[in-house]
């Protein structure tokens, strides 16, 4: 936001603009009814000359001349034909005198010099007033601000406390307070939905896997494994963004070597990938999410693309490449979403795994872009810090 | 003699089959369908270690493992189906020496039973370790403060070897994961703080040191 655009400074501009044209207005008027008054009162002391008796002011002018009418008749007339020099013109048949105005027309432009030196005054100490005035309003709406970008980052405890007092900003931060509290509340209830199905899920999933486990060896039953195995990845990737949706989770932050949590890491998800280190880069990172981020970025390598697979770290950037097709136009644009695949991959995947790391990486703070080579290739780049 | 461990798990296929898996291993295990059951069995019988569900009917998990801690220093396994902070923490608050995430491979919960029944190894000859009123004795594995003996759980016993062993270094949580629990990279860090909290209540609060944002380390 910009300095002069904000709120205290308008309303200063405003106040200023305000008493501006009251100045204006108020000098104009006294500047008309002084100048009406020094005329009518130059006119009775012309007149009032003019009956002690004329004197001879030298040829009358026309416009005097011109308001003469008959014999017994008179008249004034206000020469400002020099404006420094002002006139004062009465006249009847037997002759005309003229008085100096020039004494009035000084302390006219005194009376307008003073108005204007006034309102200047006024002005400059009205408009730092307003502006000091404007602060204590602007002040409360700063933290209301501040309140409502911390509830967006995700702190929902946050709350403005604005306290009583019955003006608008008092009701804006009353509505942000309450918009907080609802958030929190449908938050928690989530969580504990998230929390209530994990339960409901896991155990009798538990006793599926220990089930099998203790079935005896043979084609049948590898089979059972392998789809128990299925079902609980999809089980806890499923839990997992929800949790991750929720937006409750925290990292958990360690100096993290990455090269060799690279290799360990690709070792773990029992696939092959090529990994190369750069350098001896560590990073303060929440080693568990991480991992599962890479874990899932070389399946998916392995899964949608081709090998080799290589794994590149340079600095506190990871790249996953493979040699495939590369990603598909939507995932680049949209990035990833659940459950879609490419429809030739479907049975391949629930795409959930790319959801998961894109998650995870908020997380803990890192950016996760995906990217297809100029030679072919889906590209994944973890960029930490 | 066969370890003997206490499973408390209220789901039927649960409670049989991994009472069937761990007996594969050689464990005998003695299985209770409620924690109720669960605490009766428990003074019933000498068990070298107890596997709890934390969501039981009756007295819950976390009941139960407070109740067996009021006279007993047996290690403890929680199995947690939510895997939420406030299951586990309330967990291991209470007492729990580690937990597993249902559902969990019986080469998992197998792995884990085997760290928490690691008995710390006596060091002989290693002469007694004094850290201001707390004195450690790693040959007879006995921990003294002012001069009363206390009781340690053999977790909290485990960690406090490790720290007297580097009396005055920090030591990070993924350190002490890997020596007192046997964790690789995988632990859980809040495993450690909580154990932390136990050992602070036992030995006082001040011996143990926390270092914010690398670890604990012993005062000297």
């Given at each position: 936001?910009?300095?002069?655009r904000?709120?205290?400074?308008?309303?200063?501009?405003l106040?200023?603009?305000?008493?501006?044209?009251?100045?204006?207005?108020?000098?104009?008027?006294?500047?008309?009814?002084?100048?009406?008054?020094?005329?009518a009162?130059?006119r009775?002391?012309?007149?009032?000359?003019?009956?002690?008796?004329?004197?001879?002011?030298?040829?009358?002018?026309?416009?005097?001349?011109?308001?003469?009418?008959?014999?017994?008749?008179?008249?004034t007339?206000?020469?400002?034909?020099?404006?420094?020099?002002?006139?004062?013109w009465?006249?009847?048949?037997?002759?005309?005198?003229?008085?100096?105005?020039?004494?009035?027309?000084?302390?006219?432009?005194?009376?307008?010099?003073?108005?204007?030196?006034a309102?200047?005054?006024?002005?400059?100490?009205?408009?730092?007033?307003?502006?000091?005035?404007?602060?204590?309003?602007?002040?409360?709406?700063?933290?209301?601000?501040?309140?409502?970008?911390r509830?967006?980052?995700?702190?929902l405890?946050?709350?403005?406390?604005?306290?009583?007092?019955?003006?608008?900003?008092?009701?804006?931060?009353?509505?942000?307070?309450t918009?907080?509290?609802?958030?929190?509340?449908?938050?928690?209830?989530?969580?504990?939905?998230?929390?209530?199905?994990?339960?409901?899920?896991?155990?009798?999933?538990?006793?599926?896997?220990?089930?099998?486990?203790?079935?005896?060896?043979?084609?049948?039953?590898?089979?059972?494994?392998?789809?128990?195995?299925?079902?609980?990845?999809?089980?806890?990737?499923?839990?997992?963004?929800?949790?991750?949706?929720?937006?409750?989770?925290?990292?958990?932050?360690?100096?993290?070597?990455?090269?060799?949590?690279?290799?360990?890491?690709?070792?773990?998800?029992?696939?092959?990938?090529?990994?190369?280190?750069?350098?001896?880069?560590i990073?303060?990172?929440?080693?568990r999410?991480l991992?599962?981020?890479?874990?899932?970025?070389?399946?998916?390598?392995?899964?949608?693309?081709?090998?080799?697979?290589?794994?590149?770290?340079?600095?506190?950037?990871?790249?996953?490449?493979?040699?495939?097709?590369?990603?598909?136009?939507?995932?680049?644009?949209?990035?990833?979403?659940?459950?879609?695949?490419?429809?030739?991959?479907?049975?391949?995947?629930?795409?959930?795994?790319?959801?998961?790391?894109?998650?995870?990486?908020?997380?803990?703070?890192?950016?996760?872009?995906?990217?297809?080579?100029?030679?072919?290739?889906?590209?994944?780049?973890?960029?930490?810090n | 003699?066969?370890?003997?461990?206490?499973?408390?798990e209220?789901?039927?296929?649960?409670?049989?089959?991994?009472?069937m898996?761990?007996?594969?291993?050689?464990?005998?295990v003695?299985?209770?369908?409620?924690?109720?059951?669960?605490?009766?069995?428990?003074?019933?019988?000498d068990?070298?270690?107890?596997?709890?569900?934390?969501?039981?009917?009756?007295?819950?998990?976390?009941?139960?493992?407070?109740?067996?801690?009021?006279?007993?220093?047996?290690?403890?396994?929680?199995?947690?189906?939510?895997?939420?902070?406030?299951?586990?923490?309330?967990?291991?608050e209470?007492?729990?020496?580690?937990?597993?995430?249902?559902?969990?491979?019986?080469?998992?919960?197998?792995?884990?039973?085997?760290?928490?029944?690691?008995?710390?190894?006596?060091?002989?000859?290693?002469?007694?370790?004094?850290?201001?009123?707390?004195?450690?004795d790693?040959e007879?594995?006995?921990?003294?403060?002012?001069?009363?003996?206390?009781?340690?759980?053999?977790?909290?016993l485990?960690?406090?070897?490790?720290f007297?062993?580097?009396?005055?270094?920090?030591?990070?949580?993924?350190?002490?994961l890997?020596?007192?629990?046997?964790?690789?990279?995988?632990?859980?860090?809040?495993?450690?703080?909580?154990?932390?909290?136990?050992?602070?209540?036992?030995?006082?609060?001040?011996?143990?040191?926390?270092?914010?944002?690398?670890?604990?380390?012993?005062?000297?």
């Amino acid at each position: 936001m910009s300095r002069w655009r904000s709120l205290r400074w308008q309303i200063a501009a405003l106040v200023a603009v305000a008493s501006g044209v009251v100045a204006l207005a108020v000098g104009v008027l006294v500047h008309q009814s002084t100048l009406e008054r020094s005329l009518a009162l130059g006119r009775d002391r012309a007149l009032t000359a003019l009956l002690a008796g004329p004197a001879d002011p030298g040829p009358l002018p026309a416009e005097l001349t011109a308001r003469l009418g008959g014999p017994g008749t008179f008249a004034t007339w206000y020469d400002d034909r020099d404006p420094d020099v002002p006139w004062m013109w009465a006249a009847d048949d037997t002759g005309a005198v003229k008085i100096d105005m020039g004494g009035d027309l000084r302390n006219l432009r005194a009376l307008d010099r003073h108005i204007v030196l006034a309102s200047a005054g006024v002005l400059g100490l009205v408009v730092p007033l307003a502006a000091l005035a404007a602060e204590l309003p602007n002040r409360r709406l700063r933290r209301v601000a501040r309140t409502a970008r911390r509830i967006a980052e995700g702190d929902l405890e946050a709350r403005t406390s604005a306290g009583r007092g019955g003006d608008e900003i008092t009701g804006i931060a009353a509505a942000v307070d309450t918009m907080a509290a609802a958030l929190h509340d449908r938050l928690r209830a989530e969580q504990r939905f998230t929390a209530d199905v994990a339960h409901e899920l896991r155990t009798p999933l538990m006793g599926l896997v220990t089930s099998a486990e203790l079935l005896p060896d043979g084609e049948v039953t590898e089979l059972v494994r392998d789809r128990v195995g299925v079902l609980r990845v999809l089980v806890e990737n499923l839990l997992e963004i929800s949790r991750l949706d929720a937006g409750a989770e925290s990292a958990d932050r360690v100096a993290v070597p990455l090269g060799g949590f690279a290799r360990d890491c690709v070792h773990r998800t029992g696939l092959t990938a090529e990994v190369t280190v750069h350098g001896d880069p560590i990073a303060e990172t929440d080693p568990r999410r991480l991992d599962r981020i890479l874990a899932n970025l070389v399946v998916n390598a392995h899964r949608h693309g081709n090998g080799p697979v290589e794994v590149r770290v340079a600095g506190t950037t990871i790249t996953v490449r493979d040699h495939g097709p590369g990603f598909p136009e939507p995932l680049l644009a949209e990035g990833p979403q659940r459950f879609r695949t490419g429809t030739s991959e479907r049975g391949r995947g629930h795409g959930l795994g790319l959801t998961i790391a894109t998650g995870q990486a908020r997380v803990i703070g890192a950016r996760l872009s995906f990217a297809n080579a100029p030679g072919g290739g889906a590209v994944a780049t973890v960029r930490l810090n | 003699m066969s370890v003997s461990v206490l499973l408390v798990e209220d789901d039927e296929v649960i409670r049989k089959s991994v009472g069937m898996a761990l007996e594969r291993y050689g464990y005998r295990v003695d299985p209770a369908a409620d924690g109720l059951t669960g605490l009766e069995r428990f003074h019933a019988g000498d068990h070298d270690l107890l596997l709890l569900d934390v969501m039981l009917p009756g007295l819950d998990g976390i009941g139960l493992c407070r109740r067996v801690r009021e006279s007993s220093l047996v290690p403890i396994l929680m199995m947690s189906a939510r895997g939420d902070a406030l299951d586990v923490v309330s967990g291991l608050e209470a007492g729990a020496d580690d937990y597993v995430v249902k559902p969990a491979d019986t080469s998992v919960l197998v792995a884990r039973i085997r760290a928490l029944l690691r008995r710390a190894t006596p060091a002989p000859g290693t002469p007694r370790l004094v850290f201001g009123d707390l004195t450690v004795d790693p040959e007879a594995l006995e921990v003294y403060v002012a001069g009363e003996q206390i009781s340690l759980a053999p977790t909290e016993l485990r960690l406090l070897l490790e720290f007297a062993a580097n009396p005055g270094i920090v030591l990070d949580r993924q350190t002490l994961l890997r020596n007192v629990w046997d964790y690789g990279w995988d632990g859980d860090s809040r495993v450690v703080d909580l154990c932390v909290q136990r050992l602070r209540r036992k030995v006082g609060a001040d011996r143990v040191e926390t270092v914010r944002g690398f670890g604990y380390k012993l005062r000297r």
